[in-house]
Each structure stands twice: as structure tokens, then as C-alpha cells.
């Protein structure tokens, strides 16, 4: 079967129904497009699982605060439809603003995780980007109605976020994290790569090798884990990132953040670290799970 491209919420419901006369299972992949092999392998982790597959495209200007890139964000429509075809993908959802927010962004119903969660971090330096998240999310989930939903690692509290949101409000849909896909060089694939010129392109990997630096000297006992956030910050900066937004070691279900590694949690993927540094205007995020 081919590609269908669905830009209204009726004919995606017709879609939808006519899987589910057929007892076919389906899986959502939800991006806001700029497709890259970190979206691709979303897209196979849930071809893997599923009859079906749905791409939803959809740069959610819920999400975005004043003065972030909302309107330079890169949109690539067409390349995106060539991609999902060689994967074969079944379906790409590609709504309007106005279809997807018919009573206009202010007159949208949100949904909202505790700041607890969201009020950590990201949500600490973008206020209200998690409650457009959850709401366009929770809204992808009711129009598509799958049996699993796909998100990549790389946005780790977004991931917390959303699998906060499916437990707290029972929603009939199984989360799966798939890991982050890299570049050769280590680097964390991200639609916002592109913002980077050639020499900030070079700089870029040192954020990965610092996670693997921190990773190792936090194996070693006795190791003071704000001292070792500091050391990595510092090189990041001696690297020629203009900023450190935050580098913490955090305790994966709350993220709080944890000074003190306790040895025998080590093995379960019970830590995790956090870093968002900038070479010049543009935020990279990554992380590494201890
Ligand atoms: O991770 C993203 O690309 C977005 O935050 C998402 C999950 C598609 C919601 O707009």
C-alpha cells in the first residue's frame, strides 16, 4: 500500500475505522517534521510492532515560547513525504493549525502534567512548552487512537512527561522510548543540527564525549557529582559552547537531581544525565542513562 497523506481529521478518523474493521493494529509517530534517521528509526521501532503506522507532521505552535524559533523552525514537507514513502509507511497526518486548534490556540482546552515534572529543567526555561506538548499529544492520541505511540529518548523529560500524562489519566495507549540515534561523531541527531555553521558543527560532539567523560568518573566510587557537573561545564565552555542551560545528574522517574550516587542503584538504569548546552544561538540537548 502507499502513502496516505491526511490533512483533516474526518479522513483520518475514515482511515483509522476502516484499520479497525480489519483488526489491524496502530501505531502513532508523532513529529513536527524535518524528518532525519532519528524519526526514521521511531518509524521502524513502531513498524516493528504494528500493522499500521501513522507519521503525524505538525509544528505545534502551542509548544513554542515568544522569541523561540517557532517561525524558523525548518518545515520540509516534501522531503518528509519522499522519506516516509521509501520507509513505507502507511500514513502521514499533516493538519493545518486550524484543524488541529479550530477555537484558535487561546480558546484550546490544555492538558497539564504537575510541575513537578514540568516545572523542572526544560520546563524551567520554557515556561508552558510541556502543557503545548501534552495537550497536542493527548490530541494526536485521541484523533489517532493507537495501540502504541513512539517518542525518542533524546527529549527525555518529554518522554517522562508523556508517560506521566498516559498513567495519571489512564489513557489506552502503550509508550515505547526508542533510543537516540547519533551521527558518526556522537553527536545527537536533531532538526535543530541545521541551525549549526561548519566550525560549530565540529565543536558539536564534545557535548556526547562529555556525557561518556561524566558517565565513566561517576562509576568511580566517592566521586562528588556537583564537581563533576562542573568540571563538564567547564570543558564544554573551553570547548567553545557560548552556554551551559544546565548539566545535572538526575533520578530518572522524578528527575530531581541527585548529588550522591548510590553504587548498587547503578545498574538499573536509575540515573540519568541531563545537559542542554548552546554553540551560539542554537540549544542541543542530550543525555545518558548511567
Ligand atoms: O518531540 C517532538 O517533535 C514534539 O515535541 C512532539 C512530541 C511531536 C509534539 O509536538
Redesign the pocket.
Known sequence: MSLQVIQTLSSLQQLVAEWRNQGLSIGLV???GNLHQGHLSLVEAAQAECDKVVV?I?V?PL?FGEGEDFDSYPRTYQQDEERLREISADCVFYPSIQEMYPNGQQGQTLVQVPSLLTGLLEGALRPGHFDG?TT??MKLFNMVQPDVAV??QK?FQ?CAVIQKMVEDLCVPVNIRIAPIARDEDGLALSSRNQYLDASQRQIAPVLYQQLQWMSKELLNANQKVAEVCKKASENLLNAGFSQVDYIQVCQVGTLLTVDLIESEKLSCNYYVILVVARLGKTRLLDNLLL
Open positions: 508523532p513529529t513536527m503525524s505538525f505545534n509548544q506538548v497536542v499529544v517518542f525518542g527529549d518529554q
